[in-house]
C-alpha cells in the first residue's frame, strides 16, 4: 500500500476593496501538490471592484485539482479546515500585523463573512490557508529524497503495574498505576468469549464517584477528549495481548467497561507502558514519593509559550553554562520560528493570544497577557543570541522590536494610576508576575505592581482563609521569583502554611484525584555525567537520623552541604574536610571518590 501524505496546507493571498474606494485590485492563488485554491472573491465578485457597499462582505475561494485524479475523492474535494487572515496593506499581511482572523475553523465551508466593520476607504489584504486530508503519496523510487531522523525515537522505556483495582459500578474496573506516566495502556485478555468488545479509558484525574475523569485530556476546548479512549474486540479462545499502536495518552488511571458478566479483573489484566523519546540519560533524580495532581484544568492550543523553547533554551544555556555552540547552530531554525510567529502568530503588531493561557492555572488569565508576555521572551532572548553569535542588524533589529513589544503590553494591560495588570478577566496574580518577573513594569513602578501582587494573594481563598496562589504553569514560577525577587518571602511563608485547595498543603490530603494523599519524602537520589564523569548523591531520611552519600567524578573535588548546624552532629567518611558552618548547613570539602554523612536527629 501506497504510503499516506501528509495532511496539505494552501495558502493564498487576494486585495479587498471596500466602500468606494477607486484602487486597482490584484489577486493571486496558492497551490500545494495536485490542488490549487482559485476564484477568490468578495461579495460573489472576482473581477477588480472599484469598490463595495457592504460593511462585511462575504469571503470567498475555491479548490481545483491540478493533476490527474482516478480517486472517487480527490484532493481537492477534501478540505478539513480553513484560517482567513486580514491586515490593513498586503505589507502588514506579509508581516503579521492583522486587524482580524477567524483562527482555524474544522470543516469544508468554503467561505465566510469579514468578521468586523469596515469603514469608508479602508482597504484589506486578506489571505485564505486550506488544509486538506491526507491522501495517498506514490511509492519511494529512484527521486525520492531521503531524510534523516532529527530526533530519537519513541520507545518502550518502562512498564508499570497497577497498584490499586476499583469497582465503582458496575461492569466499570479502575486501575491506578500510582503515578502519572504518558504511554499506551496493553491489555492482556485470557480466553474472553469471542467477539467481546472491551474499552479502555485514560484519565488523569478521578470524579468523586471514583470513575475517571479526562478534563485534563481535554485538548482545544469544546468536546475534544471528553470520551476519549480504544476498543479492542476479542477473537476468543486463547490469550491475547494488545495495546494501541498510533496514539499514546497522560494517564495514571484506566478505566476498562466491556468486561463480561460477572467477570472479576486482577491487576494483570492491564499494563502501563511509558513511552518517551529514546534520549541518553545524562542526569536522573529519584523520588520516593507519590505523585500528586493539582485537581486544575485547562485547554491545549497551537501554543507560543511551549514552541518558543527552541529560543529560550539556547538563551538559558548560554546564562547556565556560557554555551554558544548551541544556538550558533541552531541560529537560522530559530529565526524561521520568529518569522513563523510573526507571520501567523502575531496580531495588531505587537500581540500573541495564547491558546492555554496560563495552563491549570486557579484564576482565569488572559491568554493575550501570557501570549504577549511570551513574545517578548522569545524576541528579547533573540536579540542576545543575534549578538552573541555575530549578527548584529538582526541584534539591534530584536533589541528594538523588544522595547516595542514591551510598550505595547503596557498601554494594553497595564493601569498606572491603580498599579496593576489586568485583561477583561480583570487583575490576575499571574499578570502582575509575568511584568515582574520579565522586567516589563515601567521604572518607578515596580514597587506598586508588588503590592498588588502581595494583594491579590492574600485576597485569593476559594476556599478557607488566608494567603493561596492561583497561578499555573505560566504564572506560578514568576509569581514565586517576583515575591523571592522582592524581598517577600513573609508571603511565600504564610502560601505554604495553607491546606485548603489550591494549595501545597492540600497535596498531602487524601483527595478523589489522589486518593492516599501525599507522604513526606523519605529518600531521594540523583546522579548527573559530568565531563569528568558521573556525580551522584543519595539520601535517606528517618526518625532518628539524615544519611548523606555522594560520589564524586575522578580528578575533581567538591564541596558537600549537609543540613546541620553543628559540625559535631555529623558523622563523615575519613577524606572529608570540614571547611564552615553556613546558616543551616555545615559545609565539606571532599575529594573524588565515595563519601557518607550521617546526622543525628535534633542537630
Not at 469497582?167 to 495502556?185: C, E, K, L, R, S
Not at 475517571?212 to 486463547?238: E, H, I, P
Not at 540523583?526 to 575522578?554: C, D, H, I, M, Q
Request: net charge neutral; proline share 6%; hydrophobic share 40%.
Amino acid at each position: 500500500m501506497s504510503p499516506i501524505r501528509r495532511p496539505a496546507i494552501l495558502l493564498t493571498t487576494a486585495l479587498l476593496l471596500t466602500l468606494g474606494v477607486p484602487v486597482p485590485a490584484s489577486a493571486h492563488s496558492g497551490s500545494a501538490g495536485d490542488v490549487r485554491v482559485v476564484r477568490l472573491s468578495v461579495d460573489g465578485r472576482y473581477d477588480s471592484p472599484p469598490g463595495l457597499d457592504n460593511t462585511r462582505p462575504t469571503l470567498a475561494w475555491q479548490m481545483t485539482q491540478t493533476g490527474d485524479c482516478r480517486q472517487l475523492v480527490c484532493a481537492a474535494d477534501r478540505q478539513t479546515g480553513y484560517e482567513v487572515q486580514a491586515a490593513p496593506t498586503v505589507a502588514d499581511l506579509s508581516a503579521g500585523r492583522l486587524l482580524w482572523r477567524t483562527g482555524k475553523v474544522f470543516g469544508d465551508t468554503q467561505q465566510v463573512r469579514f468578521g468586523r466593520d469596515l469603514g469608508s476607504r479602508d482597504t484589506v489584504a486578506w489571505r485564505v490557508r486550506v488544509w486538506i486530508a491526507a491522501g495517498f503519496a506514490p511509492p519511494p523510487n529512484l527521486a525520492t529524497k531521503l531524510v534523516a531522523r532529527t530526533a530519537e525515537p519513541v520507545k518502550a522505556q518502562e512498564e508499570f503495574k497497577p497498584v490499586s483495582v476499583t469497582n465503582p459500578a458496575p461492569g466499570t474496573w479502575v486501575f491506578d498505576f500510582g503515578q502519572n506516566i504518558v504511554g499506551w495502556p496493553r491489555l492482556r485478555l485470557d480466553r474472553l468469549p469471542a467477539g467481546t468488545t472491551v474499552k479502555v479509558a485514560p484519565a488523569e484525574s478521578l470524579n468523586a464517584d471514583g470513575t475517571v475523569d479526562q478534563a485534563s485530556l481535554m485538548g482545544g476546548g469544546g468536546s475534544r477528549g471528553v470520551d476519549l479512549f480504544n476498543t479492542y474486540t476479542t477473537a476468543g479462545g486463547r490469550s491475547e495481548t494488545w495495546h494501541p499502536n498510533f496514539n499514546y495518552f497522560g494517564m495514571q488511571w484506566v478505566q476498562v467497561t466491556g468486561l463480561p458478566d460477572g467477570f472479576t479483573p486482577t491487576k494483570d489484566l492491564i499494563t502501563g507502558v511509558r513511552l518517551p523519546a529514546d534520549t541518553p540519560i545524562a542526569g536522573n533524580v529519584a523520588l520516593k514519593t507519590p505523585v500528586y495532581d493539582w485537581g486544575y484544568s485547562g485547554r491545549f492550543g497551537d501554543e507560543i509559550n511551549w514552541g518558543n523553547a527552541i529560543v529560550l533554551v539556547p538563551s538559558i544555556l548560554h546564562q547556565l553554562y556560557g554555551d554558544t555552540a548551541t544556538m550558533a547552530a541552531s541560529y537560522d531554525r530559530l529565526v524561521r520560528f520568529v518569522d513563523y510567529l510573526q507571520r501567523q502568530k502575531v496580531v495588531d503588531g505587537f500581540f500573541v493570544d495564547a491558546a492555554l493561557a496560563d495552563w491549570v492555572s486557579a484564576e482565569p488569565i488572559s491568554g493575550r497577557i501570557t501570549g504577549t508576555w511570551g513574545y517578548y521572551l522569545t524576541i528579547q532572548s533573540m536579540a542576545r543570541i543575534a549578538t552573541l553569535t555575530g549578527h548584529p542588524a538582526d541584534a539591534n533589529r530584536y533589541t528594538a522590536l523588544a522595547e516595542e513589544i514591551k510598550a505595547a503590553f503596557n498601554r494594553a494591560f497595564f493601569n498606572e494610576a491603580q498599579g496593576r495588570y489586568a485583561g477583561p478577566e480583570g487583575p490576575t496574580q499571574a499578570a502582575q508576575a509575568l511584568a515582574l518577573d520579565a522586567g516589563l513594569v515601567p521604572e518607578g513602578s515596580q514597587g506598586k505592581v508588588l503590592d498588588a501582587l502581595v494583594e491579590l494573594i492574600y485576597a485569593f481563598h476559594p476556599n478557607g482563609t488566608g494567603p493561596h496562589f492561583s497561578g499555573g504553569t505560566i504564572g506560578m514560577g514568576p509569581i514565586v521569583r517576583a515575591l523571592m525577587n522582592g524581598d517577600r518571602d513573609d508571603v511565600l511563608w504564610a502560601a505554604l502554611q495553607q491546606n485548603d485547595q489550591p494549595s501545597y498543603g492540600y497535596f498531602l490530603e487524601s483527595t478523589p484525584a489522589n486518593p492516599g494523599g501525599m507522604t513526606t519524602i523519605g529518600e531521594a537520589s540523583g546522579s548527573y555525567e559530568t565531563p569528568a564523569g558521573w556525580a551522584r548523591s543519595a539520601w535517606t531520611k528517618t526518625n532518628s537520623r539524615f544519611s548523606l552519600s555522594v560520589t564524586v567524578p575522578a580528578n575533581t573535588q567538591a564541596e558537600v552541604w549537609v543540613p546541620a548546624t553543628d559540625k559535631r552532629a555529623v558523622a563523615i567518611s575519613n577524606r572529608a574536610a570540614f571547611q564552615r558552618i553556613d546558616g543551616a548547613y555545615a559545609v565539606f570539602a571532599v575529594s573524588s571518590g565515595s563519601h557518607s554523612f550521617t546526622v543525628r536527629t535534633g542537630s
